[in-house]
């Protein structure tokens, strides 16, 4: 074989690395709902892998992400169900360049209706004989999640309608979401909580939906939008009028819909929208345009992914230019250092932005950033700020590898711009190989990293600690009060009150929130501990297998690997967790201090928590199961059987028959009704 054969074409790699890391992003949007990629930087790195997979059709793979539409499913728990029509996405514009393109595609006297694009999630809502039977996610597209018993929370969404000409058999198509109001109530609570926050309300839309507990989802106020019928016999020629037939029935059709007849008139309703939207109560990332007649419709077809009928065009992210004055490093609780840019303030999107992460270090050799800088600031779909490039540019990350890398002094000698030191105790940084980051290793004596694992100890999750928040951590470190987790329950109340902002009411409640945690159980106090990568769900795990804190520290690493979920990094960790002699001091100091470190005989007896804190009441007649049957399966998960609905009740397992008079109640109370197959499915689920 000649040397040239075996040298594979560049392009070739670079079609399975674009792959890889658009699953990852898909996976990080739809499974995990952290979003990680912007979604122009998404479609301009599928637009290159679609070209690359044109030049090199032997690579072909239905696999690949340009042939199928990002995946949510992956929650236990869920009826699952094939879609009667796949639920396709839509292609993406960013100019009118590019809708003039697809309406050259259009036949002549197309009518194009503009709709809002809606940011959060879709649903599809099947109705049958005039009654909501299913509501189910996209999924992947062709099968999807049954979560009827959440969607029946949101009020705008009727169970049943009557009216003449309503199909026997219809599906309504939509768009979850979590009103601004509402997003940023759960956001306060969480942080209250000392909960990881939501992102936007796109996430939040999207983690509510996928609750096994309806109760909760009704609290947090989801809202729908719809958009799409389909089915036979349906009413109208033209997608227009079958949305106006479904707002006549009942259903919530947004009012901002427009039937266009010009390129004109289409640019027109985006630059309405395109300020007007920020006096919506939703959030809305675009407009789609549709083709309003339908046979035009049928005869444009789809492509694999998405139909050739509809086009969407997103609003660009608010960006603005601005002074980088310097750079900074905040070591964060997994002592992960950030450097932060501290920026000349701007407004943006109705907030003043001083600070914007810069990421890590390749980020800001990439875009060549330095002090002095006039840099693009975004507020993305996260929280924090963001930088993505600098003057004259793009403003846009995705962009920057076409600029060739200047060798200014900043950059010139190493890493010399980026700390070798930990900016807070001093030690030398290290950089795990295949990561971005430069992670501090002193987990013991790093100021935020001490304070990182207290405040774990004490979140909701963990032991639930009130009145312990992010600055008072701060203030007891400092005064030399609280070096580790055991101090907390050496604290006195006359430490606490001579506090400043402290009372003698406050420190009260400190302390009888940490006599109270005393009683939190085994797995939440192994999951308090903050061993690396033990989260609250293998935790649990865990402690189901090791009922006790001393069976457990002699785990070997066999034993630990045989449980669910748990890997062998996650075993070494533990084992390394257990040979340190600090960690064995402080889990004494915690025994001691009263903490449960084994479960007791009735957690031991539980099945699972599933249904923990639960009311609920069981109506009708089953299939499966006889109604003692169920009624035993609450208790053994945790849940209490009730005999009447009231504004207590959790949900309604409802079977076939159940009266009137109780269905009415649950309407009225808004309490969510749970069939037969769902709550057996709740009650499969893991965790
Ligand atoms: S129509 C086959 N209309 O955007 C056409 N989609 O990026 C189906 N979306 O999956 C979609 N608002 O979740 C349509 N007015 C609207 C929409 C909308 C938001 C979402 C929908 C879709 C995604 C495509």
């Known amino acids: 074989m000649d040397l040239f054969s075996q040298i594979e074409a560049p392009e070739r790699e670079e079609i399975r690395r674009l792959r890889e890391e658009l699953e990852d992003a898909n996976y990080r949007y739809y499974v995990l709902n952290q ?18 997979e044109a030049l090199y059709p032997d690579m072909f793979d239905p696999k690949s992400p340009t042939q199928h539409v990002g995946s949510d499913l992956g929650k236990k728990g869920f009826e699952q169900v094939a879609h009667r029509y796949p639920m396709l996405s839509l292609g993406n514009t960013y100019s009118r360049e590019e809708i003039e393109d697809w309406v050259r595609k259009l036949p002549q006297d197309v009518e194009i209706v503009c709709e809002l694009k809606y940011d959060g999630l879709s649903i599809s809502l099947w109705y049958e004989d005039g009654k909501l039977t299913k ?38 198509r939509g768009e979850v979401l979590l009103p601004w109001a509402q997003f940023e109530r759960l956001n306060k609570e969480r942080e209250e909580q000392e909960e990881q926050l939501f992102a936007n309300p796109r996430n939040a839309a999207s983690g509510t939906l ?78 789609v345009l549709k083709v309003n007649n339908l046979q035009q419709q049928v005869e444009l ?42 920026l000349e303030p701007v407004q943006l999107s109705g907030t003043m932005v001083q600070r914007a992460t810069l990421h ?115 203030l007891l470190f400092e005064q030399g009060l609280l070096h580790s987790i055991a101090d907390l329950y050496d604290l006195r109340q006359e430490d606490i009150a001579r506090q400043e902002r402290l009372g003698e009411k406050s ?51 066999e034993q630990l690997c045989a449980i669910d979920d748990v890997g062998k990094q996650i075993a070494d960790s533990i084992i390394a967790y257990f040979a340190d002699m600090d960690n064995l001091q402080t889990i004494q100091r915690l025994r001691e201090a009263g903490l449960q470190m084994e479960s007791t005989e009735q957690e031991q007896q539980a099945l699972s928590d599933t249904l923990a804190g639960k009311n609920i009441v069981i109506s009708g007649v089953f299939a499966h199961h006889s109604r003692d049957e169920y009624k035993a399966m609450i208790e053994l998960h945790g849940g209490k059987n009730t005999g009447s609905i009231s504004k207590k009740t959790s949900f309604v397992l409802a079977g076939d028959n159940m009266g009137p008079e109780k269905r009415n109640k649950a309407e009225a109370l808004s309490i969510p009704l749970v069939s037969e197959d769902e709550f057996l499915a709740m009650l499969t689920t893991e965790n």
Request: net charge neutral; glycine share 8%; with cysteine.
């Open 35 to 52: 979003p990680t990629m912007s979604d122009r930087d998404f479609d301009v790195k599928l637009r290159r892998l679609q070209d690359l």
């Open 507 to 557: 420190a009260q409640n400190i302390l009888d929130s940490l006599e109270a945690s005393k009683q939190v159980p085994w797995s939440r106090v192994l999951f308090a501990l903050g061993i690396r990568m033990v989260g609250e769900t293998t935790a649990k795990k865990i402690a189901r297998r090791f009922r006790s804190i001393d069976t457990l520290q002699w785990a070997t690493e």
């Open 210 to 287: 996928k609750l096994q507990d309806p109760q909760e989802v009704a609290r947090r106020g989801l809202d729908a939008y719809l958009y799409y019928m389909l089915g036979e016999d349906l009413p109208g020629n033209t997608h227009y009028d079958r949305l106006m037939a479904a707002r006549q029935w009942g259903f919530p059709i947004s009012d901002a819909i427009r039937v266009c007849h010009s390129v004109d008139e289409v640019m027109a309703y985006i630059a309405y929208w395109d300020t007007e939207r920020k006096n919506l109560p939703v959030a809305t990332d675009g407009i």
């Open 135 to 172: 509501a189910v996610t996209r999924g992947d597209g062709q099968k999807g999640d049954n979560v009827i018993a959440n969607i029946k929370t949101i009020a705008s969404i009727p169970w049943s309608i009557q009216g003449e000409h309503i199909p026997t058999f219809f599906e309504l």
């Open 301 to 342: 077809g789809y492509t694999a992914k998405s139909p050739r009928w509809a086009i969407a065009y997103k609003f660009p992210a608010e960006k603005q230019l601005t002074r980088l004055k310097a750079i900074t490093y905040q070591v964060g609780r997994t002592g992960i250092v950030t450097p932060v840019a501290n």
């Open 360 to 474: 890590n270090e390749d980020f800001i050799r990439q875009l060549d950033i330095q002090p002095g800088d006039n840099v693009w600031v975004e507020k993305g779909g996260e929280i924090i700020p963001k930088i993505t490039g600098k003057e004259n540019l793009t403003g846009e990350a995705g962009h920057t590898a076409e600029r060739s890398y200047s060798e200014t002094v900043f950059h010139s000698e190493g890493r010399s711009f980026f700390p070798t030191k930990c900016p807070e105790c001093g030690t030398e940084l290290v950089r795990i190989p295949g990561e971005a980051a430069w992670r501090c290793p002193n987990e013991k004596g790093c100021p935020p990293q001490i304070k990182g694992k207290i405040e774990h100890f004490v979140s909701r999750k963990a032991m639930s600690i009130d009145g312990l928040g992010e600055e008072t951590i701060d």
